[in-house]
Every structure is written in C-alpha cells, then in structure tokens.
C-alpha cells in the first residue's frame, strides 16, 4: 500500500512556534505530497518533493524526504491561527493506475 | 481559471435512497477521482474516471458507480443508501500527461443519511 501513516495524530502549539510533522510509508515512490484540509472543507495541495529530492521549501513550509528511511517530515515555520487544520501525507508511485492514498491526518490547532 | 465546482454542498437522505453527486473538474484537467471521507478520518479513493472510462477502484462495493462525460465532469452515484456512507464526498481533477500527480481537490458534498 502507497499509503502514508503521519505521527502525531494531534498536535498543539503556540502561534509563533514552529511545527513539525511526519509521514511514513513502506513502498517505493516517485514522489510525496502534503495536503491541508480545513475543517469540513476540501484539500489543498501544499506542495509536492519527489524521490530524487531531499528537501523542498515553499513559504513558511519546508519539507524533507528521506528514500532510505520510507519518511518524510514537514515543518511549518512562524506559525499562525490560519495553519490550524488537518494536514495528510500522499505518497504516490505515478502512472496509469496512480491514486493518492490517504492516513488519518494530523490535527494541527495553533493557539493565538 | 474556476478550479473543482461540486454540487450539492449538502444532501440529507434516507436509507435506501440513492444519491447523484457532481462534479466539474478543474479546467483543463481530464482526469476525476472520488473520494469518501467519514468524520475523523483520511479520504479513501472510491475509483478514477478517464476517458469517460473506470480506469481504477477502490474498495467500495457495487453499490457506488460513476459516470464521466465528454466534457471531463463527473457524477458519482450511490444507490441504497445506508447510514454508513454519510460522509463528505470529495472530488479531485488531475491531468493525465503529467501522470496526475498533483490533484486538485473540490469543496465536497456532505451527505447525511437517516
């Protein structure tokens, strides 16, 4: 299974802290994406590292991949009460039959 | 540039009913994925349409089906409604020559069924 497992599942902190989080998965890919999805809505595409990559910075967002290791860690700097959401792992092997597939998510809450 | 439309944005049923989802995909894109998403939980692939064809399933029963049309958009049929497919039901547009990679993702459709 492509699907990644991302740890925490809930994660708390002050707005102006950093906050990290992280994906696992047990199958090659060619690339990992990170999602957020605010509450109740649809998913937004935060950005996209692929397996030749080691790490990614789009913003606030900087993203690592790790091949050896099957994991990926994103960070979100300089946090706001806007990056309050849940945020989902996608590893993906492209190609005719490629489909994201999705864990559980982490909650992020970030407190004023 | 209209990005993924969905309609309804909320539907309220009764068991045994069926249910017609739509969607509109990005402009551009040829490619429709749906996905379910129960409360507290990742969105698990119900099946991709291209080409007006399945071209992949998830684990769903026979009970969803789906339809894509000439102009890309997409509707997702779900027939004898239980009380467990109240979910929000989300839909994706990719295009295919770039081996959908990035998918872009509609509002979605929450359904409740009683």
């Known amino acids: 299974s492509q699907q990644g497992e991302e740890d925490p599942q809930a994660l708390s902190i002050q707005e102006g802290e950093n906050a990290t989080m992280n994906c696992s998965y047990k199958t090659s890919i060619n690339n990992l994406q990170w999602y957020r999805q605010n509450s109740g809505r649809g998913l937004v595409h935060l950005i996209l590292i692929r397996s030749n990559e080691r790490e990614k910075h789009s913003g606030r967002l900087r993203v690592t991949l790790d091949t050896s290791k099957k994991s990926s860690s994103l960070l979100i700097t300089a946090s706001r009460a806007a990056d309050t959401a849940s945020y989902f792992c996608a590893p993906l092997r492209t190609g005719a039959n490629s489909k994201l597939t999705f864990g559980k998510g982490i909650t992020l809450s970030v407190r004023p | 540039d209209a990005g993924v439309t969905q309609s309804p944005t909320h539907l309220i049923k009764t068991r045994g009913q069926q249910v017609t989802l739509r969607c509109s995909p990005k402009?551009?894109?040829?490619?429709v994925s749906w996905y379910q998403q129960a409360l507290g939980q990742g969105p698990q692939f119900i099946f991709q349409y291209y080409e007006e064809e399945e071209r992949q399933r998830g684990n769903f029963p026979d009970r969803f089906s789906g339809h894509q049309f000439p102009n890309y958009s997409s509707e997702l049929n779900v027939n004898a409604l239980l009380l467990g497919d109240s979910a929000l039901y989300l839909c994706?547009?990719?295009?295919?020559?770039?081996?959908?990679?990035?998918?872009?993702f509609g509002p979605g459709t929450r359904l409740l069924v009683l």
């Open positions: 402009s551009g894109h040829d490619t």
């Open positions: 994706a547009s990719s295009l295919s020559k770039t081996g959908g990679e990035t998918q872009y």
